[in-house]
């Protein structure tokens, strides 16, 4: 059980990063309410530590693309935990739409910016008057290495990661004298569905998601005086 337990919203945990988080969280003793799109992913996947009928869990439908559905996830969590002091992101796609895209990828550009970037925004923003009212949130964003340089050819997805890497920093700007704290997550390739046909490295050399729900569980046991802004993660050495 957690020193403090905390009242978790957490998108894209119906799999990989997102589900070890949550599935942590849930271990560590929290509340947790999870948006999903399909309301039975979590109960028929194999392998969960989820005890679904527990009270310290709860789901709704989320599709990070409309608007109502993360309004009234927001409210049906507040409505049973009665406050809401911890955001977790990560729902998220990856599309391998270049620079020099095609014209019939641009729908392809669009899909990211609505998922990756406006997604987060909009569920923070339903989020806000809820997290801003404790002395102490968190939230904590999953973004990647690609929003922090740019590898390859991958323009789509990595101006997402960057653009969600400034609206975090300026969230974070907001929340401060709240006592609100914003940590990025910033990975680079992790064992999850999203890197399932990466060649490049192994499955088991790549940064397990169980690892990166540890680091999760840690920040939330840190004070105020002791949040990291940022951390990234890498499985191999990135030449400089
Ligand atoms: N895997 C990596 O190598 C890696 C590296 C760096 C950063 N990241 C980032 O980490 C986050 C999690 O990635 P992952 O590896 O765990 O990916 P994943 O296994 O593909 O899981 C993605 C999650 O996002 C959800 N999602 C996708 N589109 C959605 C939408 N429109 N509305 C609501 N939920 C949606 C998925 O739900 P459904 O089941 O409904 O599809 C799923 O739960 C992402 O933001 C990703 O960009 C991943």
New binding site residues.
């Given amino acids: 059980m957690s020193k403090h337990q905390r009242n978790i919203l957490i ?9 070890s988080i949550a599935e942590q969280a849930f271990k560590d003793g929290h509340n947790v309410s999870i ?4 309301l039975k ?1 979590v109960e028929e996947s194999k392998g969960s530590t989820f005890r679904i009928k527990d009270d310290s869990l709860m789901f709704s439908k ?4 409309d608007k109502t559905s993360a309004e009234l996830w927001v409210e049906k969590t507040k409505d049973k935990y009665g406050k809401i002091d911890t955001l977790i ?6 599309k391998k739409t270049p620079f020099n895209y095609e014209d019939d990828e641009e729908e392809d550009i669009e899909e990211l910016w609505k ?2 970037l406006m ?1 987060p925004w909009i569920l923070t923003r339903a989020c806000w008057k809820y997290l801003i009212k404790n002395k102490d949130s968190r939230i904590i964003v ?5 929003g922090k340089r740019s590898k390859g050819k991958l323009a789509s ?1 990595t101006t997402t ?1 960057f653009a969600l890497m400034g609206l975090s920093q300026t969230i974070r700007n907001e929340g401060w004298d709240y006592g609100l704290r914003v940590t990025t997550i ?10 399932s046909d990466v060649r490049s490295i192994r499955k088991e050399e ?1 940064t397990q ?1 169980k690892d990166i729900g540890l680091i999760v569980s840690r920040i939330l046991e840190l004070p105020n005086n002791c949040i990291p802004f940022e951390i990234n993660i890498n499985c191999n050495l990135e030449k400089i």
């Fill in positions: 998108s894209g945990a119906s799999r990989g990063i997102g589900r948006g999903l799109r399909d992913s989320y599709e990070a693309k992101h990560c729902a998220g796609i990856l998922v990756n997604g999953l973004i990647s290495m690609s997805y990661k910033n990975p680079g390739w992790v064992n999850t569905q999203m890197a790549m998601p």
